[in-house]
């Protein structure tokens, strides 16, 4: 016990020490704050350095402030407020409301040069902050702008870093603004180098820029890191089509996937399944919105919530579907492509009832935002993820048709109907939950759609005609097929859009199947199924 309170006694003597620390600290800046409203310019730029040259963490924020014209100063002199709420006045280093403020407190002018040191003075702070994240966006920043003004601060700024890709930012913006001085030529050669280095196309547009102002005897060297990076680039140029390809290939499998199921082991002509599509990113939308009003701290997880619940909303509407209108139509085709059209009619009103014509919103959770570069590579995280996801759902998938015993039944009926109802496999049935499972997947699809596309009543139209393409192209029923269609498809799209245009692009596709399904009618991987019997 006597222990316990010795260490409690302790800990609040530290405590109190720090608290102390922390007073003595601003105290020691308030004389220097107050400077800022006495004297001319001159002295209220000294203040400023002095200011930036103290360290204390709260100085970035009064500069901030007088920067926003928020400071005040009486004028005979004295302390400095800031500009409070309803025409009062806090204490610049407390916040705390003053009381007793003077009645001639005036805002503190600034001129040009006023402003120069403010800027100086934060760039400075921000560099040399030991928050990492404020000193990166400080130095990307001194990138864009390359003023040379700031070449001092820059150098010194570069001495302290230690960070490897900080350190290469300054660099590089060190580089930029040595191109704009009148600095030696090794200097700016030794820039141009470096420049270079960074091999992107932003060092491409500075060394094109640098070209027009540049001396004869550094034409030759710029000229010649401009064509490497032109090299360079087209090389990653084709690597960036190709992960743009299999990017567009994920989403065309996706929404591919289930009409691969239902098309190739029923026969059935879905045109409502760009609606499952659909539903299931609207699935996406109100179980987002549920989560940010219920429990709004795990609203970045709302995509864990949705995915099942779009699977079995859209399972269970499709089993619906199943169940009323198609079981009555099988073995006629044009009625049942009749019928589902008019469905998916029936759905895209019924959205457009509850939640209206106009597009709705879905977040993208924290860890699917942002963008990464590998090498010359950029991409976004909600891409990579979509990516991971089809391929997890197509293993699923898979497995379960390989490894189920519901899938066993399902590959039955595919191979031969009349032998598996004998066998006493209730088809009926399996037509069903076939049915349901492919809506599922589709409804999964509008998941992953929510989050790069708009979530609107039209959504699934978008899909509907790649995803039959898909499905032919691969082979009617086969999965393998279906992803070997999806991302060849979406490779080969956007190889093309480059040259022909989108819609071109899509059109040049299109012919090209066509040309191939009359060599090969039964696509990439032939599977014999009932609607090849037929």
């Known amino acids: 016990m006597y222990r316990a309170i010795q ?9 109190v020490s720090c608290l102390a620390t922390g007073l003595r600290a601003q105290e020691d800046i308030r004389p220097l704050v107050d400077a800022l409203g006495a004297g001319g310019f001159p002295q209220k730029i000294e203040a ?34 800031l500009e409070g709420p309803d025409s009062s006045y806090l204490d610049v280093l407390t916040g705390a409301p003053v009381a007793d403020a003077p ?8 001129n040009n040069g006023l402003r120069g040191a403010i800027g100086a003075a934060l760039s400075q702070l921000t560099l040399l902050s030991p928050d990492r994240a404020d000193r990166l966006a400080a130095s990307q920043d001194l990138l864009k702008d390359a003023n040379p003004d700031n070449l001092d601060l820059l150098n010194s700024a570069l001495a302290k870093e230690q960070d490897a890709e900080i350190k290469a930012t300054m660099e590089a913006a060190r580089a930029v603004i040595l191109l704009k001085t009148d600095a030696s030529a090794e200097d700016k050669k030794a820039a141009i180098d470096t420049i ?15 070209m027009d102002n540049a001396p004869d005897d550094l034409k030759p060297a710029i000229q010649t890191n401009i064509d490497s990076i032109n090299r360079s680039l087209a090389v990653w140029d084709v690597f960036q089509n190709i992960w743009y390809g299999l990017s567009l290939g994920s989403v065309l499998l996706l929404a591919a996937i ?35 009003t219920v429990a709004p701290g795990m609203s970045d997880y709302s995509l864990v919530f949705a995915v099942p619940a779009a699977f079995v909303f859209t399972g269970l509407v499709g089993i619906a579907i199943e169940r009323s209108v198609i ?27 509850i939640f209206g014509p106009t597009n709705r919103q879905v977040d993208n959770p924290s860890w699917m935002s942002g963008v990464f570069e590998i090498g010359g590579l950029s991409s976004t995280w909600n891409r990579l993820w979509i990516i991971l996801f089809s391929l997890s759902v197509f293993v699923a998938l898979l497995l379960l ?26 088809t009926p049935w399996v037509d069903a939950l076939t049915f349901g499972l492919g809506s599922g997947i589709a409804g999964m699809a509008g998941v992953a759609l929510s989050q790069i596309d708009n979530v609107s009543p039209n959504l699934g139209q978008s899909y509907i005609i790649d ?53 090969r009618p039964r696509g990439l991987f032939a599977l014999k199924g009932r609607a090849i019997e037929q």
């Not at 260490?7 to 405590?15: D, G, P, Q």
């Not at 200011?51 to 400095?80: F, H, M």
């Not at 009645?103 to 600034?110: D, F, V, Y």
């Open 401 to 426: 048709l390989k490894r189920s015993k519901f899938g066993l039944q399902m590959r039955a009926v595919t191979q031969n109907r009349r032998m598996a109802s004998s066998m006493g496999i209730r």
């Open 258 to 292: 289930g009409l691969a199921i239902t098309f190739g082991v029923m026969g059935i002509i879905n045109m409502a399944h760009g609606e499952m599509v659909m539903l299931g990113a609207y699935t996406t939308y109100v179980v987002q919105q549920t989560i940010n």
């Open 196 to 210: 270079a280095a960074r091999g992107n196309r932003d060092a491409l547009a500075i060394l094109t820029a640098a």
């Open 7 to 15: 260490t409690f006694l302790v800990a609040l003597c530290l405590l």
């Open 103 to 110: 009645g001639n407190l005036a805002k503190i002018r600034l």
């Open 467 to 519: 995803s039959f393409m898909v499905v032919v192209f691969g082979g009617v029923g086969n999965l393998w097929g279906t992803l070997v269609g999806a991302f060849s498809l979406g490779i080969a799209n956007k190889f093309l859009e480059p040259y022909a245009g989108a819609v071109l692009g899509k059109i040049i596709i299109l012919i090209l199947i066509i040309l191939f399904i009359q060599r």
């Open 327 to 353: 079981r009555w139509l099988y073995g006629r085709p044009l009625e049942t492509l009749l019928a589902t059209w008019g469905i998916s009619l029936i759905l895209q009103q019924a959205i457009r009832t």
């Open 48 to 81: 400023v350095g002095k200011l930036a040259a103290s360290g204390d963490a709260k100085v970035a924020e009064i500069l901030q402030n007088l920067s926003d014209g928020k400071l005040y100063a009486p004028k005979t002199g004295g302390a400095v407020c």
